[in-house]
């Protein structure tokens, strides 16, 4: 049967039409009707067109016959039942594991024919909202030649998706490879079910799809003869298999958090974990997971997951399973199956993923929204062994409280939830909770441990984080609090510094900035959404090769954006706080504050997405006149603590004004107010017409006509403050097309020519053409002032 192209409801209707099929005879009413477990039904795969994205997230689709979904009435579970014998399911789910086969086959082949067919054509056009707008339209167009003259893929992240599908499809193949050895009537022969390096060419195709992985940072393993010496991690009484990964990975001694936090893991303790961003926190609960997994679950026919790591953002749970899987694939054995629970597949398909995982990543909301839909999940995650807690103060403070608050509850609910369940041993007893963060309130510890003030309203984040933490129900009655960096929160390798401007010159001293530091790879965190949108485009505008990132965003093209900064060198993200966390890019320079960080935690998490793991980069807050003495205290109030554990006598620490030469910023001023001028008019429109939009739904609503300019002018009478912006908003609104290519070409010919800089013959570019000139020194001394110049004295 075919299925239609058009959208997600078509799907439904597939599904159900299958049902009615004439062809498929019903099964007979008298027939014995038996439980079964939603796993371990004969799924089968329905074909799927090869070009996905039409399907708005919708990856696949499978179908099962003779299975009638009963609900009890009293309780409300839903269980399942079907006429099949176990024979005969067992034989249907073979069939249906190899037509899967056969269509992952299917799928990496066309995938291959796409890349090579991209590799061959097309012509750079930029990056730009539109096309991640219209990402479907742009798919298959083929590969982009980058500014640099490098040729890159439009099809990122369609094959990021792919490669996850794939992953997941194998790893389930994988795993149950191993639970059927117990079973010898079905089960494989060990080649097929070890993993990748038995099956050469399966290896190669997964080679292709970890370079398309915004998040296989580690993915990319040396080869055998290259491996380093790991003997400064022999004290910590890791596995071989352990050892042998991180020699692979060349990660030669453990981070003073791994050193501190292993051993305690290992003993089988609670951990609240606080060390400095960048600081290999991740691997500090990664590699004791690992070990228990090797030491314990490998033969194991339980299939509960064995730990539950929950992470603020999806691009996070996303990194954390590349570097765990990154960890795993260096042992020489079966590995864990880990499963990212964030969105983008259906919640069925993640609800049978589950019951395959030995360890489960997810964001709070999606992980409640599966865990709660039944199905055993509840019994199967109270047996967990490891909860972890990662970004413990984000997730446990405002946004994600109600439920992350609602798992834990589920997780320590003592009685019988489901019917037929198995009696479980009360978890507190069998479960470590690790909580991991580069930011904690100091005084936590004691309070913890019941020496604080108890009770009260909670009345501050500060205070529901106090309750939360207790509401993780720690198995020890003093969780051991691991400080690894008690004298500074910021990495070592961090410079900080400021940029005073007028508050309408933001935008001109961001440009300056970046042109100041060409070809860095730089994050710059705006407060909003809208910021995002606007300032994308204005730096598209001059030529930067900026990306956007925010959470209104699509979660293709988030991911896209985060894996486009990740491989392209130089490219600059435009963010919200949704990028402050814990996200591990490597090579990111320099960090722009456009907008301040709100909090001294975000600034400390802004800044971490630099100078991780020893290297070192740049953190710069750009301020109005105004905001400066408040940016002082707050940056004061994060190094307070370094001082206070030092017992230092210093006075309070003092960023540095850095030192920009404002005649050259002043030249740049008129190609930065045309890209404003046009970025402006571009986000007016697009706002006009969602405004447009809802209006006219809520009229439709309401019952009456609705005529925008109407509205406008009966709204004009009653506009006082703010009708100024209200006014340019109008006007940039109302920009003909002919007056924005006019703009456009006006740009452009400023963009080719020379900033005059008075004394030297050079110039300043708009971040292409001259850009090995300044990289190389040549033009930076003289008129871009070098980064000493800029108040960052190197040796400093
Ligand atoms: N022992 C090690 N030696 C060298 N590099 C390591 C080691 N452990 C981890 N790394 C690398 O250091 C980088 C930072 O690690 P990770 O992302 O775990 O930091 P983090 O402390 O969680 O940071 P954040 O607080 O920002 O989330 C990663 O790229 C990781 O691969």
């Known amino acids: 049967m075919k299925r239609p192209r058009s959208d997600r409801k078509a799907a439904h209707k597939v599904q159900k039409r299958q049902k009615l099929d004439p062809a498929s005879p019903a099964p007979p009413s008298n027939a014995k009707r038996r439980k079964v477990r939603i796993g371990d039904l004969p799924w089968k795969g329905v074909p799927m067109p090869d070009r996905l994205e039409d399907f708005e997230g919708f990856y696949g689709l499978e179908e099962i016959e003779d299975v009638e979904v009963v609900r009890d009435s009293a309780t409300g579970q839903i269980s399942f039942e079907t006429t099949k014998s176990e ?38 056009e930029g990056f730009s909202e539109e096309e991640e707008a219209q990402d479907g339209k742009t798919q298959g167009k083929g590969a982009q030649p980058r500014s640099d003259g490098r040729l890159v893929s439009n099809g990122d992240v369609e094959d990021l998706e792919h490669a996850q599908e794939r992953e997941a499809v194998e790893a389930v ?3 149950k490879g191993k639970a059927d050895k117990a079973k010898p009537e079905v089960a494989p022969t060990s080649k097929q079910s070890k993993n990748t390096k038995e099956k050469p060419q399966e290896k190669s195709s997964n080679a292709d799809i970890s370079e398309n992985n915004a998040f296989d940072i580690l993915a990319d393993l040396p080869s055998d003869d290259d491996e380093a010496d790991v003997s400064a991690w022999n004290e910590l009484g890791l596995s071989t298999e352990t050892l042998d ?64 790591i929950i992470s603020p953002t999806r691009e996070l749970a996303h990194q954390l399973l590349a570097h765990l899987n990154a960890l795993c694939s260096g042992c020489d054995v079966d590995t864990p199956f880990i499963a990212t629970i964030t969105g983008g597949l259906s919640v069925q398909k993640q609800r049978r993923l589950l019951e395959k995982a030995d360890i489960v990543v997810g964001t709070p909301g999606r992980l409640w929204e599966v865990i709660s839909s039944g199905q055993g999940l509840v019994v199967s995650f109270k047996k967990i062994r490891f909860l972890v807690v990662d970004e413990a103060d984000r997730l446990l403070s405002q946004g994600h409280y109600k439920e992350l608050g609602e798992i834990l509850n ?51 984040k500060q205070e529901s984080m106090e309750y939360l933490l207790k509401k993780l129900r720690f198995k020890d009655e003093k969780p051991k609090f691991i400080d690894a960096n008690p004298t500074s929160q910021m990495a070592t390798g961090l410079r900080e510094g400021l940029i005073e401007c007028a508050g309408t010159e933001k935008d001109l001293y961001l440009y300056a900035l970046l042109l100041f530091h060409p070809k860095k790879r730089s994050l710059i965190f705006t407060n909003s959404v809208a910021a995002v949108r606007r300032l994308t485009p204005f730096l598209q505008n001059l030529d930067l090769p900026a990306l956007s990132l925010h959470s209104g965003m699509p979660q293709k093209a988030r991911l896209r954006s985060v894996e486009r ?28 504050h456009y907008h301040l960080p709100r909090a001294a935690d975000t600034y400390v998490h802004r800044s971490g997405r630099t100078a991780r793991a020893e290297s070192s980069g740049s953190s710069i807050l750009i301020c109005a006149p105004e905001e400066v003495a408040g940016v002082r205290r707050l940056v004061a109030k994060v190094h307070a603590r370094a001082e206070q554990a030092t017992k230092s006598k210093k006075t309070a620490y003092f960023i540095r004004t850095l030192d920009i030469d404002r005649r050259i910023v002043s030249r740049l001023k008129p190609r930065a107010t045309l890209s404003k001028k046009l970025a402006d008019a571009v986000s007016a429109k697009e706002k006009n017409h969602s405004e447009n939009d809802w209006m006219r739904a809520a009229a439709e609503e309401l019952g ?19 009708s100024g912006r209200k006014k340019k908003e109008k ?21 080719a020519q020379r900033v005059n800089v008075g004394v030297s013959e050079r110039y300043l570019t708009s971040g292409g053409i001259d850009v090995d000139a300044l990289m190389n020194g040549e033009g930076n001394v003289e008129f871009l002032g070098n980064m000493g110049a800029l108040g960052f004295d190197e040796d400093a």
């Open 731 to 751: 006007e940039a609104r109302e920009m003909t097309k002919g007056e924005m290519q006019a703009l456009r070409a006006e740009l452009k010919g400023l963009l």
């Open 87 to 124: 024979a005969e399911v067992a034989r249907e789910k073979e069939e249906a594991k190899g037509a899967e086969a056969e269509a992952l086959r299917e799928l990496e082949e066309a995938l291959r024919e796409d890349q090579d067919a991209e590799d061959g054509e097309g012509s750079w």
């Open 704 to 722: 009456v006509d609705y005529d925008s300019e109407t509205f406008e002018n009966e709204a004009k009478g009653r506009r006082g403050r703010g």
């Open 565 to 592: 900064f990740t491989e392209r060198p130089g490219s600059i993200l435009v963010a919200t706080d949704v990028a402050a966390r814990g996200l591990d890019i490597p090579g990111v320079e320099l960090i722009i």
């Open 245 to 308: 990964s991180l020699s692979k990975l060349k990660f030669a001694r453990p981070t003073p958090i791994q050193s501190s936090a292993i051993p305690e893991i290992m003993a089988g303790r609670d951990v609240i974990g606080k060390a400095s961003t960048g600081s290999g926190k991740t691997l500090a609960f990664g590699i004791p997971i690992l070990e228990s997994y090797l030491a314990s679950r490998r033969n194991t026919e339980d299939r509960s997951p064995l730990a539950l």
């Open 173 to 175: 193949s994988n795993k």
């Open 410 to 460: 589920v997780l320590d609910r003592d009685d019988q939830v489901e019917e037929g369940a198995e009696p479980t041993p009360a978890p507190e007893t069998q479960r470590q909770t690790l909580v991991f963060s580069a930011t904690f309130h100091k005084g936590l510890q004691q309070k913890l441990a019941g020496k604080g003030p108890k009770g009260g309203d909670l009345m501050n």
